[in-house]
């Protein structure tokens, strides 16, 4: 059974930072595609960060390059979302989500290719 678990959400000032970690289970690590989303009160679900089996190369949405950046332990199937220069408009839910095996397309993550999700965890920036 695949499982996704989200940590290291909480509140911040804009400008601080946080780390989110995400711990997978249940699969062989290195197959899979692993991206972050996020969903903020009546918005629809937007892709910020993914990073590739294949190549190792992270994508980003526009609207977080050069502020997050996401990275993975494979030995602790773990990946990571480092996000620096927070903004109140990054306040959301942000969910870890993989695409097992890996089937996503390379780019700014799409929440229609990937299987599995974790339950979330909230970030939220003060102005």
């Known amino acids: 059974q695949v499982e996704l678990l989200e940590s290291g959400g909480g509140s911040v000032q804009a400008g601080g930072s946080l780390r989110l970690s995400c711990a997978a289970s249940?699969?062989?690590?290195?197959?899979?595609?692993m991206g972050w989303f996020r969903q903020a009160p009546g918005k629809e679900r937007e892709g910020v960060a993914a990073?590739?089996?294949?190549?190792?190369?992270?994508h980003y949405a526009d609207s977080v390059k050069g502020r997050f950046t996401i990275s993975q332990d494979n030995a602790k199937n773990t990946v990571y979302l480092q996000m620096n220069r927070l903004k109140p408009e990054d306040t959301a839910m942000y969910y870890c989500?993989?695409?097992?095996?890996?089937?996503?397309?390379?780019?700014?993550?799409?929440?229609?290719?990937?299987?599995?999700w974790g339950q979330g965890t909230q970030v939220t920036v003060s102005s």
């Open positions: 249940g699969y062989t690590y290195s197959s899979a595609c």
């Open positions: 990073i590739y089996r294949g190549s190792g190369t992270p």
């Open positions: 989500a993989a695409s097992v095996p890996c089937t996503a397309v390379p780019g700014v993550p799409n929440v229609y290719d990937y299987d599995y």
